[in-house]
């Protein structure tokens, strides 16, 4: 697995010194744990953090919708069958749910990116029934990472 991070978003979100190497860290750790779990390999996995507009342009282009969206995730398998992605997320509309949600901004960034790696793994949430899944999981792996 490797995990590449990308950067199209200006504003330094991780502000704390030595941030940057701990939120990698735990993206890795996270989806080390999801692997195991959920019994699938990844391959390539692209966390691409941007903004609102980069968001809703991918969000009209690829999907149709015409709007802001705090996560879109691009899934394929690659040549030996390991589970790829693309994970672009919108640093303003994370920052926007966690204070609507009263929860850490770094919590909700690490939420988001568990909600994108449950869509790699199958996941779907159009219906109440498969969001009531999602969060239920996105909860489960939250916990264990800050046990961790």
Excluded: P, W
Excluded at 6 to 34: A, C, H, M, P, V
Excluded at 92 to 100: C, T
Excluded at 124 to 145: A, H, P, S
């Amino acid at each position: 697995m490797k995990i590449s991070i990308i950067y199209k978003y200006k504003k330094n979100f991780l502000s704390e010194s030595g941030s940057k190497k701990i939120f990698k860290d735990s993206i890795k750790n996270i989806t080390g744990i999801i692997a195991v779990s959920e019994s699938i390999d990844f391959g390539l996995l692209n966390i691409v953090f941007c903004g609102s507009d980069f968001i809703r342009r991918y969000n009209k282009e690829y999907l149709g919708h015409d709007y802001e969206t705090d996560i879109i995730t691009f899934h394929d398998k690659d040549e030996n069958g390991l589970t790829e992605g693309e994970l672009l997320i919108s640093i303003n509309e994370v920052d926007e749910n966690s204070k609507k949600f009263k929860v850490s901004f770094e919590n909700e960034l690490m939420r988001v990116i568990i909600h994108g790696l449950m869509h790699l793994c199958g996941y779907r949430d159009k219906t109440l029934i498969e969001k009531k899944i999602m969060r239920q999981r996105e909860n489960q792996y939250l916990k264990i990472l800050k046990s961790h």
